[in-house]
């Protein structure tokens, strides 16, 4: 595998450290404590194209290859993760969706404005109840003439605020476990709906995140994305995009912990020496070294395999998303370490590394189903 950056790349990759920078830097401790959207600095990214990923640009998107997501990704999350979670949006779950299931009129009413970052959009799969279990869902359906009543409630879930519509799940029959799933465009502003967000988040506070309420929603059939009972694969169409998301948002955050933790070390002076000359701080410091490149390389080669054009890499998918995140966590936890005293200060960005980074585990499925999924595949028990 040649991961050398084409021209094209290169240029793609500083325009988005520099968008970053610029335009994101000065004012993401502002609005992460305020647990603020920004959509004025979105709005600025969308206009970029950043949004637009993958989507081919026919659908409103960018058109981009794996590699060039993947890097707009990692250099937007050195600065804020959450702005790099917002800007994959379109190209995972809702977005994939609806262009792998969904009807050319519905590409063209939700897509096309997506991708472009004329509207939001939020997923409805995460329940109460079952999270990392999709097919234990507990919202269901019902078919009555041409429309479709839903039922439930769904947990954790993003974009509440902002999302015009949502693509959500319910079941015809929850003894059918995965082939009784539906996937829905669900309209924010049709009658009951309704949402609930969490407040004072610990992590991710940027984006308003909590129940979406469904209460006798009626949905008319040309919403339904997909067939009957095909919701799950509706679901699963994604997972590697989403993954290969939050494993570039984790490389991005992992640098930024080590770029920081670099420049205290050789500033910070203890015993009349900077601190970058012990070895214990060295050897945090070699080991966030070690973590990023070995983390960057296994989300490139996923990047790269789906760029080939595997149609499922979902091991790989697992691996690149478990490892960094992991690795993440242990590089911001280091990081709060050499700051000392000063990581649980506002002015350093380490504690809001520290705070987002647990949380990068938890999304697109807990690293404990990653490590229960890598060890089936090489057991034998799962194939793709």
């Not at 999350?77 to 190209?91: E, F, K, N, Y």
């Not at 309209?187 to 909590?210: A, D, I, M, Q, Y």
């Not at 912990?257 to 214990?280: H, T």
């Amino acid at each position: 595998m040649d991961f050398d950056l084409t021209p094209e790349q290169q240029n793609l990759k500083q325009i988005a450290y520099e968008f970053a920078k610029r335009e994101i830097a000065p004012y993401v401790n502002q609005y992460d404590a305020e647990e603020r959207f920004p959509m004025e600095i979105v709005k600025k990214a969308a206009s970029l194209g950043f949004m637009g990923g993958v989507i081919p640009e026919k659908y409103g998107g960018a058109g981009l290859d794996y590699l060039s997501f993947t890097l707009i990704i990692e250099e937007i999350a050195r600065v804020c993760q959450t702005m790099g979670a917002i800007l994959s949006l379109p190209s995972g779950l809702a977005g994939s969706g609806i262009l792998t299931y969904g009807t050319e009129e519905q590409k063209q009413k939700y897509l096309v404005p997506l991708a472009r970052g004329e509207c939001f959009a939020g997923t409805g799969v995460t329940e109460p109840h079952s999270g990392t279990d999709v097919a234990a869902m507990e919202t269901t359906v019902v078919k009555k003439g041409d429309r479709y009543i839903i039922n439930g409630r769904k947990a954790w879930i993003s974009m509440l605020n902002e999302a015009t519509f949502f693509l959500t799940f319910a079941t015809l029959d929850k003894k059918l476990k995965s082939k009784g799933i539906c996937a829905f465009i669900v309209e924010k502003h049709w009658p009951g709906v309704s949402v609930k967000p969490e407040k004072n988040k610990v992590g991710f506070r940027p984006l308003s995140t909590g129940q979406l309420i469904l209460e006798e929603v009626e949905v008319p059939a040309e919403n339904l994305v997909g067939k009957e009972g095909e919701g799950f694969k509706v679901a699963m169409c994604a997972v590697e995009n989403g993954r290969l998301g939050v494993a570039a948002r984790a490389v991005g955050l992992t640098q930024a912990c080590l770029d920081e933790s670099v420049a205290y070390a050789q500033q910070r002076i203890v015993f009349d020496q900077p601190i970058g000359r012990f070895q214990l701080v060295q050897s945090m410091i070699t080991d966030m070294v070690v973590g990023v490149e070995s983390a960057r390389y296994l989300t490139y080669r996923l990047a790269h395999l789906k760029d080939k054009g595997y149609a499922r890499v979902r091991r790989e998918a697992s691996i690149a998303k478990m490892y960094a995140t992991d690795v993440a966590v242990r590089a911001a936890e280091y990081a709060v370490q050499i700051h000392g005293a000063y990581g649980c200060s506002s002015e350093y960005n380490v504690g809001r590394y520290f705070r987002d980074a647990k949380f990068l585990q938890i999304v697109e499925g807990q690293n404990q189903l990653h490590r229960a999924l890598i060890a089936e595949y090489a057991l034998g028990y799962r194939r793709d």
